[in-house]
Nanobody, 120 residues
Framework: QVRLEESGGGLVRTGGSLRLSCVGS????????VGWFRQAPGKEREFVAH???????TVADSVKGRFTISRDNGENAVYLQMNSLKPEDTAVYYC??????????????WGQGTLVTVSA
């Protein structure tokens, strides 16, 4: 089973930027649809962005215009570019592979998460 590893989190000031990476352990990751989610302290995990194997993407209204999801299948990676960060973006960010686009099979693989902290 593919393993996902997130990186790129850290401490940033309001208005700053970070780029998160989600790297898959297997070549098959290239055909997976992948999403980013986040969970703030004391809150439920929420959807942030999603990208299909071929690059079609959506982002949550709360981050639209600030966050961009992309992928580089040559690097087995999905990225989340986060600009104009706000304190309310503080959360642990997780990537999730949800579907194998070749087979249509639903999968549910999560990374361990990376912490993003935005200071006021």
């Amino acid at each position: 089973q593919v393993r996902l590893e997130e990186s790129g989190g850290g401490l940033v000031r309001t208005g700053g930027s970070l780029r998160l990476s989600c790297v898959g352990s297997e070549r098959a990751f290239r055909r997976y649809d992948v999403g980013w989610f986040r969970q703030a302290p004391g809150k439920e995990r929420e959807f942030v962005a999603h990208i299909n194997w071929n690059g079609g993407s959506t982002v949550a209204d709360s981050v639209k215009g600030r966050f961009t999801i992309s992928r580089d299948n040559g690097e087995n990676a999905v990225y989340l570019q986060m600009n104009s960060l706000k304190p309310e973006d503080t959360a642990v960010y997780y990537c999730n592979a949800d579907q194998d686009s070749m087979s249509g099979r639903a999968i549910d693989v999560w990374g361990q998460g990376t912490l993003v902290t935005v200071s006021a």
